[in-house]
């Protein structure tokens, strides 16, 4: 299996413009985690979904964060309008199973200028 | 709140030294346990995970840790550090009564001089 694939792996935008960050879970998990890392905040749990359905999104940043999981392969991660502190290396994670483990993909650096 | 703590920040060791890191929870009831390393520029990967049964957890790369339930900790050991052992480490709770998700602590940045 390739792992969690995340696309683009860098992502530069202007302040204002729309940006979606892509995700591929691993072939039959059932979990999936939305992630940002910042230097200041640490890893910070964004959404979480199970079996596609969004369980949790108390993590979402605010109204311009929106997150969809149509189907079992593919997850979306959209911030609309971006903002400079968007800025972050955003990492998707799949698992098999209620709480066995969470794999990473390697993430998507997003610089917004 | 509920947390995950990691009181070390930022770790140097010479190599060869012995290394611990702490971790405490503060999730009650049933808790599955993870210590995750970040590489320089790289993903999160697992080192070593506690689900139940023996409470020392041996991971990969030499590594293990320990659950102590009463002090509500995890604490990551290696008794001999080496140079490819900089890296971010990452304690991580998995309590079954917030349904799946994983809290991360704040990490604990440690560099190892050769």
């Known amino acids: 299996d390739a792992g969690v694939i995340q696309s683009p792996r860098h992502e530069v935008t202007e302040m204002g413009q729309e940006v979606t960050l892509r995700c591929k879970p691993i072939?039959?998990?059932?979990?999936l985690f939305w992630y940002r890392q910042t230097m200041m905040r640490g890893l910070e749990l964004l959404i979480y979904?199970?079996?596609?359905?969004?369980?949790?999104d108390s993590g979402m940043p605010e109204d311009r964060f929106s997150a969809k999981m149509p189907n079992a392969s593919f997850s979306t991660l959209k911030i609309q309008p971006s903002e400079p502190r968007d800025s972050a290396v955003y990492f998707c994670?799949?698992?098999?199973?209620?709480?066995?483990?969470?794999?990473f993909g390697q993430g998507t650096r997003l610089t917004v200028v | 709140a509920q947390s995950v703590s990691q009181h070390n920040h930022h770790v140097i060791l010479s190599e060869a030294a012995s290394l611990e890191l702490g971790c405490n929870y503060s999730y009650g009831g049933t808790v599955n346990l993870f210590w995750y390393v970040q590489y320089p520029g790289q993903h999160l990967q697992l080192l070593l995970k506690?689900?139940?049964?023996?409470?020392l957890v041996k991971g990969i790369k030499g590594f293990e840790a320990e659950f102590i339930k009463s002090k509500f900790s995890f604490n990551l050991r290696k008794p001999s550090v080496q140079w490819s052992d900089t890296a971010e480490y990452f304690c991580?709770?998995?309590?079954?009564?917030?349904?799946?998700?994983?809290?991360f602590g704040t990490g604990t940045s440690l560099t190892v001089i050769p």
């Open positions: 991580a709770v998995n309590a079954a009564y917030t349904g799946n998700q994983f809290y």
């Open positions: 994670a799949s698992g098999p199973a209620r709480g066995t483990e969470a794999f």
């Open positions: 072939s039959g998990h059932n979990s």
């Open positions: 506690y689900f139940s049964g023996d409470p």
């Open positions: 979904f199970n079996n596609n359905v969004p369980i949790d």
